[in-house]
């Protein structure tokens, strides 16, 4: 055997293990679930073809309209406000305490980030409580009123919002800091030197510079909040009513309630159209910005 | 001069009103932080079923939750299986990521690099799109309640991605050097390759931990058998079981915290450092 060969050989011998699992576990899935959402299929009988009846059905559904509606909601509450909190909360950690106080508030900060969902989901679920809860108790030690956090339309998603929020600020503010701390220190000192005041170079270099981390914080981002699942099942299952039931809730009552495993499918192939187009737009705007 | 250029430093760095209200604002979100676990902890130590803290419930010597956590809901055993199930995931992720990221790296075969693309590629996946396949070809083959399946779903590309762009600082004049001397191949890569990325390799460990430990709705679905469920399950239904006896949840809590947390005490470097990476080079 040539010696080129054998190395061929060699390498693939090293990468087959990975690849039959990824294979397995991960490409043939795919196949399989888009297959699987032209059918309907209870896995105790064969899967029947049904066309693009699943789909239709998925459009037609109003628990996915809520779903979808909760989900898009959610991504939009906490994507800005993560991002905002943690590139904010980098920017002051990066300038203005480099040293082992600024340390010690970034490891704190990523405590939540260590937890499991369920962790949180369980500590805030207790802590959010109506009658004797945490937080009730606070506001009434302030003469205000309790609200009903997870039991009420108006605030359950919200609630759920603010937790996400507070356990992701910690991980993009890991991924900003070291973005700021990349950015070369010259750029600051003739910002300086002509002059401008902190915001200034906040705005014109700062914020310029880390628009690549951006996207991906972004992205990431969303990409993550459109798969929500663990804090909403712990904290309100879903409820009061549909006030709280996301896509991923709707594609694991389906399939593993239901099992209507042909319908999860359609929704979870839905999902992954989306997460696609995000992915797509994500690169175009880089592909842009590299163009210029 | 030297002292002069350093009382001009500080003077730059002096707070301003703005600095003030940031370090105000950073200072409480920290606080809100930390508080929540605090919480947790100082809680499971109260017999009250009511949840306003009062201190003299709390009693710090008293573990009777705890004991009552491990003695009567399984929660032991679930314990159990998230440590075999956490072990085997970061054994089994730190073997085939680093097999496959070296092959990438330093090997040469037809088709490596669109192969790797479509490692990074599956990565974008949401899980949720693979679990319900996998689900069924577990309940074809059986296989759903054991520690094989709950591990297998675990391991992904991306350690393959991390440890390869590792595996760049690797030397390939060593590895040549080493064949020179008539070492065996296998020998190259545990002798020589394994002991050079030991600092990536604690890093994906840190991740398949953490990852695999709070790994929630793959165990739910795929465990039905009471004595295979792993921790985060346990505590989910802690809730249903225990209605308002909310110490004793909190015990469950604390104890499914505990250990990510001592592992960030030990190892933060680690922590921040994989995360920063995947995210700069994204």
């Not at chain 1, 945490?134 to 997870?150: A, E, G, K, R």
């Not at chain 1, 981002?221 to 099942?233: E, N, P, R, T």
């Not at chain 2, 192969?115 to 996946?125: A, D, G, N, P, R």
């Amino acid at each position: 055997m040539s010696r080129k060969k054998k190395e061929a050989l060699q390498g693939i011998i090293y990468v087959l293990p990975s690849f039959i699992l990824i294979m397995a576990f991960c490409i043939i899935p795919i196949f399989m679930s888009g297959y699987f959402s032209f059918t309907s299929y209870n896995i105790m009988t064969p899967p029947k073809f049904v066309g693009l009846e699943n789909y239709e059905r998925v459009f037609q559904d109003g628990y996915v309209a809520d779903a979808a509606k909760n989900t898009l909601l959610y991504v939009l509450m906490t994507v800005p406000a993560q991002t905002i909190l943690s590139l904010v909360f980098a920017a002051f950690l990066a300038y203005k305490m480099q040293n082992k106080t600024g340390g010690f508030l970034r490891s704190v900060m990523f405590i939540p980030v260590i937890a499991s969902a369920v962790t949180a989901g369980t500590i805030w679920r207790i802590i959010l409580n109506t009658e004797g809860g945490l937080l009730n108790n606070i506001l009434n030690f302030f003469h205000l009123d309790s609200v009903n956090w997870l039991g009420s339309t108006k605030t359950a998603l919200i609630s759920i919002c603010i937790v996400a929020v507070w356990k992701n600020v910690g991980y993009f503010l890991v991924i900003y800091y070291a973005g700021i701390m990349g950015i070369s220190k010259d750029l600051y000192e003739a910002a300086k030197v002509d002059g401008a005041t902190s915001i200034q170079q906040f705005f014109k270099i700062t914020l310029p510079m880390l628009k690549p981390i951006t996207y991906l914080v972004v992205t990431l981002g969303i990409i993550w909040s459109f798969q929500v699942f663990d804090l909403a099942y712990l904290m309100t299952g879903g409820g009061p009513g549909r006030a709280t039931v996301t896509l991923v809730m709707g594609i694991y009552n389906a399939a593993f309630k239901q099992y209507k495993m042909g319908y999860a499918c359609a929704m979870a192939m839905l999902l992954l159209l989306i997460v696609v187009i995000i992915n797509v737009i994500e690169n175009l705007f880089f592909k842009e910005r590299k163009g210029k | 001069m030297a002292g002069m250029s350093a009382t001009n430093t500080k003077k730059q760095k002096a707070w301003t009103p703005l600095g003030v209200i940031g370090l105000f604002f950073i200072l409480i979100f920290a606080a809100i932080c930390i508080a929540p676990f605090l919480y947790m902890l100082i809680m499971s130590f109260t017999h009250s079923t009511t949840l306003m803290i009062s201190w003299g419930d709390v009693n710090f010597t008293d573990f009777t939750n705890y004991e009552h956590v491990f003695g009567k809901s399984g929660f032991f055993r679930s314990l159990m299986n998230s440590v075999i199930v956490v072990g085997c995931s970061c054994f089994f992720n730190c073997v085939i990521a680093s097999m496959a990221a070296y092959g990438f790296e330093k090997k040469h075969f037809w088709g490596k690099e669109f192969l790797f693309k479509v490692y990074m590629l599956t990565l974008m996946i949401p899980g949720q799109v693979t679990m319900i396949p996998v689900f069924i070809i577990m309940k074809k083959l059986g296989l759903l309640n054991t520690y094989f399946a709950l591990v297998v779903i675990i391991l992904n590309a991306f350690g393959v991605f991390l440890i390869r762009q590792f595996m760049e600082s690797v030397p390939d004049e060593l590895l040549e050097a080493a064949k020179v001397d008539g070492c065996p191949e296998y020998k190259i890569f545990i002798n020589i390759v394994i002991p050079l990325i030991k600092p990536v390799l604690v890093s994906l460990v840190v991740f398949t931990f953490v990852t695999s430990w709070n790994d929630f709705m793959w165990p739910l679905v795929s465990t039905t058998d009471s004595s295979m469920y792993t921790l985060t399950v346990a505590l989910s239904l802690l809730k249903t079981q225990y209605q308002t006896n909310y110490g004793l949840i909190l015990a469950g809590a604390t104890v499914s915290f505990i250990f990510p947390f001592i592992l960030y005490a030990f190892l933060q470097k680690q922590f921040v450092e994989g995360i920063a990476l995947s995210g700069v080079k994204g």
